[in-house]
Each structure stands twice: as structure tokens, then as C-alpha cells.
């Protein structure tokens, strides 16, 4: 795991090393994939933020006792799991003027991106209730217990652990994600390369270098969420 | 808002049509690609030799960190570099299939996994050969689990499809998109091409659903 | 009557086209300790369930202290409970788990304050001072910042029972309490109900499989058998003198078991 980790960052520093050494080709078009970073992470930030918020609150309201709630989260996260992600970026940014709403490329690659996975971290969320045991409810109605303390106090803190392999897997899933945000004429990492392939045809150290970067990013998270897991672990469950 | 119905009809829905069989051709040829591929990555990860082992882990790991689209650019890009050159449409069904037979890969691993020990004890105090293992005790009561997480991943290849239309595929993604540079109107064909994959899904989703009821009920009983 | 706490009115309770209560009228005194016994599936610990507010009856009415649980009184007559109604009832019965149901991402004393504090409005130090006396009661009050898992059952058991007397209840339903504990555990978790049973004045229910303890804390005992009580007396009696055949089955099987 931090072996893993302690490779690319190795790898990472001989790369900018190469950049900024004159006789590389590298330097020519590192700084305008780097320029494409910075707007992958921009937009990964933002989308992580909307997808959290979503999924919680739809994978709770699907569990809701209130038909009108339960039915709408549930009709949000059959047709955003159900559409592709690329015709949901295409119809934000391209129909949804027809609508009225114009939307900046970033808001539609947030949103879009946003709702799409919240959509899955739903049944995440959802799966994680479910899994806390009977017997908590139980115990909560014979401490009388109101149900939204319940929800807050007790069911909660114990699903979120549940929860944490799964949202791993998903906020790595999103930022791979985010490289279809240049649907909507963002530049990101994957545009930019694109476009630098288009100019120096360097094709090979180009594509690699980006495939390195989105793989630095994944195995950041996954160092971060492993981390998360233990801690929480050991903070809420206290499991020796 | 304004929906031109004679567009959508005259125009929207034939070359649409036409765009879906190719989407639906690279859904199943990519499947295939993963579901073979998969099985072979995943016997190589855990019984192979470990000088097999090691490479094959960082492969599966790498494939499953860094984007489908990128994957997709790599191969199309740097294959004809090295002399190898497929029409588009064969490329981006190799990219879909490399990208998911390293999460079938993972299918079969936790299939295999949730087979509770004792079988393995049971069949090992039976005294029956690694192959009668496999085959009547480890195989069958791993299909459950299998089945239908093939069965969405086969949903989510059919969902990645529109990734294509980057490489010039001429997918319902695609043919959208030129529909939509050509008369200057997006609203009726990216629409269409939503709901198409929204139905999609959803009547998949429900076959997966009876498949895996079937599985259930035919082998665990 | 107002010495009676607890009292089953033609109580029915259905799974489906299964009845698990069958019109069941039961009633408990006042500082009363009872137990149930019965084979599994006679409908033993869903007399508690439903005590509890954990399930629904079909049919009849249960009174807690002269009130309807399950009803309220409006206009001279019995309509459904509001949330309200069940809420300040409930508050007057705790209940004992056969798992413990202890909240494993608190420490002991979490647990013990959690409803004290959040549901009844203490606040934290009034909380935290009768919960340690509680603690301490059971034998506990050095685990206080131990969590579940760092706890054997039978020390969870007793911090289960502490986390319920600190709601202050004036009904203890015990769920089978030692059930699922290693045999060596058992005497602990009994010697706790015992001192309730003896030392306060507590109403108390019990569905047990320790036929000895039973008899030893025990005003009456009741032998349930489809959903109903077949037979009920005071412990001696019942024990040494069962009058029903299936009782007398019953009690001879347990009996060769130990």
C-alpha cells in the first residue's frame, strides 16, 4: 500500500525532474497538462461535495416512512444510475438552455458528475442502514429513543464505518469520472493531453504520463480513505 | 422550450436506430472480452507462479485507477505508433473490454471467496482431487454471487459506450452529437439518447434481477 | 385494582395466519416478580415484545398502571395511541436484551446516559453521577470508559441492565437474559437480577430458561404454551406439583437436559 504510493511519488519527482532538465520533450508539454490538473481537481472537489451531500440524503429518504419523499429519492437514483454519465453532461450543458437554464461548463461537469454518483452512494448509504442490526432499533424503542436521534446517534456513526470501502471506491471511480468533463469544453488533464498529442505527437509519454497522474490520484485516496477506515475504526468501534 | 416532433421522427430516430446496433454490438463484444479475459487475469492473480502474481495485481491495480477514456485514447493513439492499426470501433471495444475484465476479475475472486471454508475442509476430508473441488463443490455454490455481478457489469459496459464517441464511433452518443453540430439542435437527440439508456438499464437491471433469483433457486435451493 | 401494572385484555397477536398471543389475558401485581417458561415458539418472549412497543397487536388492549398502551381514552372511548402516548408509557418499562444491544460505538457509560440525557432531558452530570451509582451497582463502575467490544458477555449483560435502570423504570422485562452467555458468565449476570428482584421494588417480567432461578426470585411462574398460559402458580407449587400434562412434559424434559 505505501510502498505502492512511495513508487509513484518517486516516479512523479524523476518526471518533473526530466521536465525541467532542457533536453526533455517533457517540458514542452508537462506545464499544459499540469494546467489540466488543476481544473481536474477543482472539479473533482466540487463534485465529491455535491456527491457526498446527495448520496446521504437520498439514501436516507429512500428509507423515509413518507411516500412522496421515498418515492422521489428513488425516482433521482433510478434515473441517474440509469442514464450514462456522458448524455447526462450533454444534456445539462447543451438542452438545459433550451430550458431556460444556462449552465457554466464547471456547474454542468458538477452537477452532473455530482448527482450522477450520489445516485450510486445511495445504495451505499442505504446498504450501510440496512446492515446496522435489528437489535439497535430495538434497544433504541426500549430507551425510547426518538427516531431522529436514532438516525443521527446511533445508526449513523455505526453505518458510516460500513460505509467507507464503498465511497472509497466510488470518490476514485469520480475522479476518473472527471475526465469526461471536457463534453462539457473543460479543459482538464485528459483535454489537455489530447490537445498536446494534437501538437507535438508524443503520443506515448504524453498518455503516460497522464494514466501516471490519474493513478497518483487514485492511490492518494485510497492511502487517505485506508487511513479514515482505521481511524474510525479504532475511534467508534474501538475493534483491538 | 420547443420540440420539433417531424425532426425527431424524420431525422432523430433512423440514425439513431442505426447508432443503437452499434452500441449494442460493442456492449456484447466488449462483455465477452472481459468476462474471458477476467477469468484468465483472475487465475493468474491467485494461483498462478508469484513471479506471475506480483505484475498481474499491479496491472489489474493500475487498469482499475486511471480512467476508461484516457485507456481508451492510449490504445487509439499509441496502437497504430506501433504499426498496429483497427478501425475505431474495434479499438474502443478493446479499451472497454481490457477496463472491465479486470473488475470481473474481482467478480470471480469474491464469488469463490464466499464460499464458506468448511467446504474446502469437507471436500479436502473427502478426499476429492483439486478439479472435482472445483467443479461439484466450489464452482456451483459461487455462481449466486457471480451471475448477477456479471450481469451488471454488463449494464455498466452498455453505460460506458458513449465514451466511444470520443474516438469518432459511430454510437447513439455520437450520432447525437453530429445530429446536434449539423442542425444546430441538441434538445431532441441527446434527450432520446438519455431515455434510451435509461430504459435500457432499467429493463436490464430486471432481467439480472430474475436471472439471479433463477441462479439462486436452481443451485442453493 | 389500582395495585395491578400490568394488564393483557383478549390480547392477539398474528404473524400472518400464524397466532403467536391467543387472546391472552394476563395481568401482574404491582412490585410483582413473574416468570415465564415454555418450549420455543409458545409466544413467551413476544408477551415482552409487544410490552415493549417492539410489535403490533391485532387485537385487545394491554393497560401499563390502569392506562392503555396501545390505546388512548378520547371522548370516553379507545382510539389508536398517538406517538406521544406510547412515548411517555414506554418510559416507564426497560427491557433487557438476549443479545445486550449495547451501542458498540459508545463506552459503557455512554450507553448509560445516552437516553437519560438526549430522550429524558438530564443533563450531562446529573446523567453521568446516577449512571456510575448504576455502574457500580452491577460492578462495573472501573469499565466505565470501556466499549462493548472490549467487554466479555456477561459484563455487557450488566452494563445492558445498568443502561436500562437508568431510565428509571418501574417494569424490568428480562428477554432471556443469560442465553447468550458462556455458561461461566451466567451466575454473574443472574446475581445482579437477583439483587433487583430482592433489594428494590421493582415490577419485573422474566422469559428464562434457568428453571432454579425461577424458582428461587419468582412470586408466580406461568407456563405458556401455544400462545397461551396453560398453567400459573407460585413457584413451589408449580414446579413440584404441575397439574397440566404438558407442563409435566415440559418440565421433565428440561430436567433431563441438566
Not at chain 2, 478439479?131 to 459496459?157: C, E, H, K, M, W
Request: overall charge neutral.
Amino acid at each position: 500500500m505505501t510502498g505502492r504510493l512511495a513508487a509513484v511519488a518517486a516516479l512523479l519527482a524523476f518526471l518533473l525532474g526530466l521536465s525541467v532538465a532542457t533536453f526533455s520533450d517533457l517540458r514542452v508539454f508537462l506545464p499544459a497538462i499540469l494546467k489540466g490538473a488543476v481544473v481536474t481537481v477543482e472539479v473533482t472537489f466540487w463534485s465529491l461535495i455535491l456527491f457526498y451531500v446527495s448520496a446521504f440524503l437520498s439514501g436516507i429518504g429512500r428509507g423515509s416512512k413518507n411516500t412522496f419523499i421515498r418515492w422521489s429519492c428513488v425516482v433521482y437514483i433510478e434515473v441517474f444510475r440509469g442514464t450514462s454519465l456522458l448524455v447526462i453532461l450533454f444534456w445539462f450543458f447543451f438542452v438545459l438552455p433550451e430550458f431556460g437554464i444556462t449552465l457554466s461548463p464547471i456547474v454542468a461537469g458538477v452537477l452532473g458528475i455530482g448527482l450522477n454518483f450520489g445516485a450510486y452512494g445511495a445504495e451505499i448509504v442505504r446498504g450501510a442502514i440496512v446492515a446496522v442490526p435489528k437489535g439497535q432499533y430495538e434497544a433504541c424503542t426500549a430507551l425510547n429513543i426518538s427516531p431522529l436521534k436514532r438516525m443521527l446517534r446511533i445508526v449513523i456513526p455505526q453505518a458510516v464505518i460500513i460505509m467507507i470501502p464503498g465511497f472509497t471506491n466510488l470518490t476514485i471511480e469520480l475522479i476518473k469520472a472527471t475526465a469526461l468533463v471536457s463534453a462539457v469544453t473543460l479543459v482538464d488533464i485528459t483535454y489537455a493531453s489530447v490537445q498536446q498529442n494534437q501538437l507535438h505527437y508524443r503520443t506515448l509519454e504524453i498518455f503516460s504520463v497522464t494514466l501516471l497522474l490519474y493513478y497518483c490520484f487514485a492511490q492518494i485516496v485510497r492511502f487517505g480513505m485506508a487511513m479514515l477506515e482505521d481511524y474510525s475504526k479504532r475511534h467508534l468501534l474501538r475493534k483491538a | 422550450m420547443d420540440w420539433k416532433w417531424d425532426f425527431t421522427f424524420d431525422v432523430v430516430l433512423p440514425r439513431m436506430w442505426e447508432a443503437a446496433g452499434v452500441t449494442v454490438y460493442a456492449t456484447f463484444a466488449a462483455f465477452l472480452i472481459a468476462i474471458v479475459l477476467g477469468l484468465v487475469l483472475m487465475l493468474l492473480k491467485s494461483y498462478g507462479p508469484k513471479f506471475v502474481q506480483y505484475p498481474v495485481t499491479e496491472f489489474i491495480e493500475f487498469i482499475r485507477a486511471t480512467p476508461l477514456l484516457v485507456q481508451i485514447f492510449f490504445l487509439f493513439f499509441v496502437l497504430p505508433d506501433i504499426n498496429i492499426t483497427l478501425p475505431p470501433v474495434t479499438t474502443g471495444i478493446l479499451a472497454l473490454g481490457i477496463y472491465n475484465s479486470v473488475l470481473c476479475a474481482e467478480v470471480y475472486r469474491a464469488g469463490i471467496q464466499a464460499v464458506p471454508r468448511g467446504q474446502w475442509e469437507a471436500a479436502t476430508a473427502l478426499n476429492l482431487s483439486t478439479y472435482r473441488t472445483f467443479r461439484d463443490i466450489i464452482i456451483p455454490q459461487s455462481l449466486p454471487p457471480i451471475v448477477p455481478a456479471l450481469g451488471n457489469y454488463l449494464i455498466a459496459i452498455f453505460k460506458e459506450t458513449p465514451l466511444l464517441s470520443f474516438v469518432a464511433v459511430a454510437e447513439i452518443m455520437q450520432i447525437s452529437k453530429l445530429i446536434g453540430s449539423e442542425y444546430y439542435r441538441f434538445t431532441e437527440a441527446v434527450t432520446i439518447a438519455g431515455i434510451f439508456f435509461l430504459v435500457m438499464s432499467l429493463v436490464a437491471a430486471a432481467m439480472v434481477r430474475v436471472v439471479e433469483n433463477y441462479v439462486k433457486r436452481s443451485i442453493l435451493h | 385494582m389500582s395495585d395491578v401494572k400490568i394488564r393483557f385484555d383478549d390480547v392477539v397477536k398474528r404473524y400472518g395466519p400464524l397466532v403467536v398471543l391467543d387472546h391472552l389475558n394476563f395481568q401482574v401485581a404491582d412490585g410483582e416478580i413473574v416468570s415465564i417458561i415454555g418450549p420455543s415458539g409458545s409466544g413467551k418472549t413476544t408477551v415482552l415484545r409487544v410490552l415493549m412497543t417492539l410489535e403490533e397487536i391485532q387485537d385487545g388492549v394491554i393497560y401499563v398502571a390502569g392506562e392503555p398502551l396501545n390505546k388512548m381514552e378520547s371522548g370516553g372511548r379507545l382510539v389508536p395511541a398517538s406517538k406521544a402516548h406510547v412515548r411517555r408509557l414506554r418510559s416507564r418499562i426497560g427491557m433487557v436484551f438476549q443479545n445486550f444491544n449495547l451501542f458498540p460505538h459508545m463506552t459503557a457509560l455512554q450507553n448509560c446516559i445516552e437516553s437519560p440525557v438526549y430522550t429524558n432531558g438530564l443533563s450531562k452530570e446529573e446523567a453521568i453521577k446516577a449512571s456510575m451509582e448504576l455502574l457500580d451497582m452491577v460492578g462495573l463502575a472501573d469499565k466505565r470508559d470501556h466499549y462493548p467490544s472490549q467487554l466479555s458477555g456477561g459484563q455487557q449483560q450488566r452494563v445492558a441492565i445498568a443502561r436500562t435502570l437508568a431510565m428509571r423504570p418501574e417494569i424490568l422485562l428480562f428477554d432471556e437474559p443469560t442465553s447468550a452467555l458462556d455458561p461461566e458468565m451466567v451466575g454473574e449476570v443472574l446475581n445482579v437480577i437477583r439483587q433487583l428482584a430482592t433489594a428494590h421494588s421493582y415490577t419485573m417480567l422474566m422469559v428464562t430458561h434457568q428453571m432454579g432461578f425461577a424458582r428461587e426470585v419468582s412470586d408466580r411462574v406461568c407456563f405458556f404454551d401455544k400462545g397461551k398460559i396453560v398453567e400459573q402458580n407460585v413457584p413451589a407449587e408449580l414446579f413440584d406439583r404441575p397439574q397440566n400434562e404438558r407442563l409435566q412434559k415440559f418440565l421433565s424434559s428440561v430436567k433431563e437436559a441438566h
